[in-house]
């Protein structure tokens, strides 16, 4: 059973950083991406930002283009989610997200973000 653990969240002030990190129980060369989701109060949830493990540029949303970083550490089966400049449009849940052979979806169980103005 694949386990996706978040940690990180919290309450930051606009324009300050967070850091989500997003444990895997498994190598991260297991799955064919990974990637950060959030959901917002009677919003859908929404990607974030995405990335191949195979390689190649990862893809962000544009609200956080220049802002949020991912980034991941093979090694610890950890990926991450650097939050920079933070606005209170960026308050959700945040969920790690891993993908194998596009059939199989994993979600981890999410990480409160809160942004004050």
């Known amino acids: 059973q694949v386990q996706l653990v978040e940690s990180g969240g919290g309450l930051v002030q606009a324009g300050g950083s967070l850091r989500l990190s997003c444990a895997a129980s498994?190598?991260?060369?297991?799955?064919?991406?990974m990637g950060w989701y959030r959901q917002a109060p009677g919003k859908q949830r929404e990607l974030v930002a995405r990335?191949?493990?195979?390689?190649?540029?990862?893809n962000y949303a544009d609200s956080v283009k220049g802002r949020f970083t991912i980034s991941r550490d093979n090694a610890k089966n950890t990926m991450y989610l650097q939050m920079n400049s933070a606005k209170p449009e960026d308050t959700a849940v945040y969920y790690c997200?891993?993908?194998?052979?596009?059939?199989?979806?994993?979600w981890g169980q999410g990480t409160q973000v809160t942004v004050s103005s």
């Open positions: 997200n891993a993908d194998r052979l596009g059939i199989y979806n994993y």
């Open positions: 498994e190598s991260i060369f297991s799955f064919n991406a």
């Open positions: 990335v191949s493990t195979s390689g190649g540029p990862a």
